[in-house]
């Protein structure tokens, strides 16, 4: 049974970080690209971050410089370091696990930016 569950979301102040994990189970993960994305009230699923198998990255235009993307294949889990966080950073947070084939979801975690 595939399995993705988000942690590490929670309330933070403008300009904090937070440390987004993704642990996963029941594919694969080597084999598979991975991504961020995140929903915030009343907009559509944008996208935050990708990586590749061989670990090459790509930020969505709003994140980058302050969100890095990266993978422990041993562990099976996707991570996603925020800095500078801001209020419009605020959004339930999903991971994404795809190879061409298969395309998973996790079921997201919150992230709040707000004084």
């Known amino acids: 049974q595939v399995q993705l569950a988000e942690s590490g979301g929670g309330l933070v102040q403008p300009g904090g970080s937070l440390r987004l994990s993704c642990v996963t189970s029941?594919?694969?993960?080597?084999?598979?690209?991975l991504r961020w994305y995140r929903q915030s009230t009343g907009k559509e699923r944008e996208f935050v971050a990708s990586?590749?198998?061989?670990?090459?990255?790509i930020y969505g235009d709003d994140v980058k410089g302050r969100f890095t993307i990266s993978r422990d294949n041993a562990k099976s889990t996707v991570y996603l370091q925020m800095n500078g966080l801001k209020p419009e950073d605020t959004a339930v947070y999903y991971c994404?696990?795809?190879?061409?084939?298969?395309?998973?979801w996790g079921q997201g975690t919150q992230v709040t930016v707000s004084s």
């Open positions: 994404n696990a795809g190879n061409g084939v298969n395309r998973y």
């Open positions: 990586i590749t198998i061989g670990r090459s990255a």
């Open positions: 029941g594919f694969t993960f080597a084999s598979y690209s």
